[in-house]
């Protein structure tokens, strides 16, 4: 069984426009937020599919219903955190503060312990590993933000590419990478967003398919945004615009090819240390 996840956040938000549209703005833009996650709902049922969705706090303030639907469809909600600033732009306190703004949200509204973080952009970095016990301080049992690749805006190339437990002064918590595929000592990203869209898709299922065949399970990744080539355009810079917009119209394809040819579930399922953790039950309920 392999997890399959989607960071629910709007066209606007995404962290290479922070310079064009400052959070102090969002509001003043058109939200889609609602209708491709919707979207996105609809397509999973109809596949039998379910999935963990990183939900960002200011997205779950302004859209509730939305995120009742997404936990009354069997899904599992995790945190994206509160107002997508970069771990990198953030100091302890003020990342502390984000979490548990966030995981207070989400737990107030779908009555369930929420188990699982994803920062933005994937930002727990190396300059940002003093994140890892603020996590377990606020009562995370997994991370899923440190992607094992070179990029110009993340990763660490050298950390563990499988599933693993992380010791952290706070006590342990598991780490659940997004997939990758090592070629001659490199490991190149094949976990989806903006890789599933550039990425032939006959190329990319081979290196899937070998990945799983290792018994190791998939961890993969996309936007409901991903699904909405009609958003509008923001201003950025040239290589920015293309990671954001390359075959947006290949989305929704491309994710149904997904759907049929693996086996998805959401992380607190698929992966097992956290289905144990969890008691084995599709919802942590929340202890008064």
């Known amino acids: 069984m392999n997890a399959l996840t989607f960071d629910v956040e709007d066209y606007y938000q995404v962290s290479a426009f922070q310079s064009s549209v400052p959070m102090a703005d969002w509001d003043r833009y058109e939200s889609r937020v609602e209708r491709n996650t919707y979207k996105l709902l ?4 109809a596949a039998g599919v379910r999935a963990t969705f990183f939900v960002l706090g200011w997205v779950a303030d302004r859209h509730p219903a939305m995120v009742k639907a997404i936990h009354a469809g069997g899904h599992e909600v995790a945190s ?3 107002s997508h600033e970069m771990l990198t732009q953030l100091n ?3 990342f502390r503060e984000d979490i548990r703004r966030a995981k207070g949200l ?3 509204l779908i009555g369930c312990r929420i188990l699982g973080y994803r920062a933005p952009s994937f930002t727990i970095v190396q300059e940002t590993m003093w994140a890892l016990p603020v996590l377990v301080e606020e009562g995370f049992a997994y991370d899923s933000s440190i992607f094992p690749i070179r990029h110009d805006r993340y990763g660490m190339p050298h950390a563990n590419p499988l599933c693993h437990r992380l010791v952290t002064p706070a006590g342990p918590l598991w780490e659940i990478p997004p997939s990758t595929f090592a070629i ?3 490991r190149i990203p094949i976990a989806g967003g903006g890789y ?3 990425f032939p898709y006959r190329l990319l299922r081979r290196l899937l398919k070998q990945v799983e065949r290792q018994g190791v399970p998939l961890v993969m990744y996309l936007h409901p945004w991903e699904l909405d080539p009609e958003q509008p355009q923001i201003p950025a810079s040239f ?3 293309f990671r954001h917009h390359v075959n947006l119209h290949k989305t929704e394809g491309r994710l149904m090819n997904l759907l049929r040819d693996f086996r998805f579930a959401p992380i607190q399922e698929a992966i097992d240390p956290i289905r144990q953790l969890n008691g084995q039950r599709p919802c942590a309920e929340l202890v008064v």
């Not at 609809?42 to 049922?45: A, E, V, Y």
Request: glycine residues 18%; proline residues 5%.
């Open 42 to 45: 609809g397509i999973l049922s």
């Open 80 to 82: 994206h955190g509160y």
């Open 92 to 94: 302890p306190l003020k």
């Open 106 to 108: 989400l737990e107030d």
């Open 184 to 186: 001659g000592g490199i």
């Open 196 to 198: 599933l869209r550039l």
């Open 239 to 241: 290589v920015s615009s």
